[in-house]
């Protein structure tokens, strides 16, 4: 019996059901059980509960807190990463004693909700009946037939799009895309479902950008899409094979061979733009200010770790502390960029304090949009930042990066970046252990990442390793990051000079 039958089973056999989380995971069991009948009289947490977002109501509770009655008898769902648990689970016994039951829903399982929730919300969407003009079902038709002329069917795949980090699964489709373009089939990517903001569904971090996505024999399907998928499919359903696996594991499980060891895939423009959008683009970015070239750059402020990080599985907060930098210090990397003629242009989607520095557009705060993050990625030189899920757009332009604070040294840990030696630069953040008043080696922080499990979503188990060493992590300075940059824009205009030297540490670094 698989999993998903058992948990049925088990929150079916209990009158007071309770369910324990309250981060990614818990975002998707909740509604997923609640679809099913199957509502947690109660939310219970390790610390203290944040304003619920996502349970109707429900109470949440710390779970010390939790009003437990005598002789009642309690089954709690874990809605966890499966790196806590054990922990989790030590708690429950301290509070409930024997009292409970517990269900433990490993990462897996929680994939396989996810693609039984999205399973029935792409059915739902493809047999809702629309109004369509006789223009519109000429125009239809005329499509699904040029379709089927080239194609002997279309192949249905979820694709996780619900941040602007998984842009990165669209690169990875577009290469099993090319490996397969022999099976005859059209590719239509449907990305996954949002349990509990439908409205999302079908438009991800940037809806721009998801529109645009699709190469030959290749799309995702969007809103503006959506009605013809409608009507190709009710016109011929016997055309569509459905994959209906939800393979965001599988895909993490890949960067470590492919993305990293396959740098032949880390090339070309998975996006292009019309005459009228480049126009756009043009006089939209000289009423910012931005004049000829120009770099772009991020990082994680106080206010995108206050409304997003808080929300992941990372309960300890250990994402936020070892991956958040301070704004404050890329000021002075950002006036040295004016000595290359380079303007400086930040980016991002939820920032804090404005900034008003010299050589420097502040976009993010002036005139954000969502075409025209795409436009200033597809035009920068290059792009500065602390790794994070915007330098997908970047990719997508395969722009080279200039990475500061780098946390991560493989594809094992809560990010993955898709790197060459030959177009990026990037220096690492560096790990105090104060119990011997050094820092740890290269070869000690990859073994700290080999202990990662590359199938958890977001896993941060290295950081777990490092806070129970007593590591503290240490940022880069601004002058560290100032001398990336330099390097950066040095090689770019062609006046950077290795020596033998440098060539000879980096030989051994990699």
Not at 132 to 137: G, K, L, P, Q, T
Not at 395 to 411: C, D, E, G, R, Y
Request: aromatic share 12%; charged share 25%.
């Amino acid at each position: 019996m698989i999993q998903i039958e058992k948990l049925k089973e088990f929150c079916a056999a209990h009158e007071h059901l309770l369910m324990y989380g309250a981060g990614q995971f818990a975002w998707t069991v909740f509604p997923f059980l609640g679809t099913r009948g199957m509502v947690p009289e109660a939310v219970i947490v390790s610390g203290q509960p944040a304003t619920p977002t996502f349970s109707a109501g429900v109470p949440e509770y710390r779970v010390a807190d939790f009003p437990k009655k005598p002789g009642e008898r309690y089954g709690i769902v874990l809605a966890l990463q499966e790196i806590f648990h054990a922990d989790v689970q030590a708690r429950i016994r301290e509070k409930f004693g024997e009292a409970a039951d517990v269900f433990v829903l490993r990462d897996r399982d929680v994939e396989h909700a996810i693609a039984l929730y999205s399973t029935e919300r792409m059915f739902e969407r493809l047999e809702t009946k629309d109004d369509v003009s006789m223009e519109e079902a000429a125009a239809f038709e005329a499509r699904m037939q040029e379709i089927l002329r080239h194609h002997i069917g279309v192949r249905v795949q979820f694709i996780d799009m619900r941040s602007i980090g998984c842009l990165l699964a669209w690169v990875y489709w577009c290469e099993q895309r090319r490996k397969q373009e022999g099976d005859g089939l059209y590719w239509l990517l449907w990305p996954v479902a949002q349990p509990l903001r439908k409205e999302l569904e079908l438009k991800g971090a940037n809806a721009y950008i998801l529109e645009k996505l699709s190469m030959p024999g290749m799309e995702v399907v969007t809103e503006q899409r959506l009605k013809f998928w409608r009507y190709f499919y009710q016109k011929d359903t016997a055309s569509f094979l459905f994959d209906t696996n939800y393979a965001l594991a599988d895909w993490i499980k890949q960067m470590d061979t492919y993305f990293w060891r396959r740098n032949e895939a880390i090339g070309g423009t998975y996006l292009s733009f019309t005459e009228e959008e480049e126009q756009r683009g043009r006089e939209q970015a000289e009423r910012l200010g931005i004049y000829g070239t120009f770099a772009c750059f991020s990082t994680r402020d106080n206010l995108y770790v206050s409304k997003v990080m808080k929300y992941q599985t990372d309960v300890a907060g250990r994402s936020i502390r070892y991956r958040a930098y301070p704004l404050g210090h890329l000021r002075p990397a950002m006036k040295s960029l004016e000595a290359h003629g380079l303007q400086a242009v930040r980016m991002g989607a939820m920032v804090g304090e404005r900034i008003n520095w010299e050589n420097t557009i502040d976009y993010a705060h002036d005139g954000r949009s969502e075409f025209m993050d795409a436009w200033l990625f597809g035009h920068c030189r290059f792009f500065a930042c602390d790794p994070s899920g915007i330098q997908s757009i970047s990719w997508l332009f395969s722009k080279p990066n200039a990475m500061f604070n780098v946390t991560i040294q493989t594809t094992r840990g809560d990010y993955g970046a898709m790197t060459t030696p030959e177009r990026d630069l990037g220096i690492f953040k560096k790990y105090w252990l104060p119990s011997e008043h050094r820092h740890l080696t290269l070869r000690e922080m990859i073994r700290a990442e080999q202990r990662e499990d590359v199938h958890t979503f977001a896993s941060v188990s290295a950081y777990t390793t490092y806070d129970r060493m007593g590591v503290v992590p240490v940022d880069n300075t601004p002058e560290e990051v100032t001398e990336l940059v330099t390097e950066m824009a040095r090689r770019l205009d062609g006046t950077m000079v290795y020596t033998e030297e440098d060539e000879q540490l980096q030989a051994r670094y990699r």
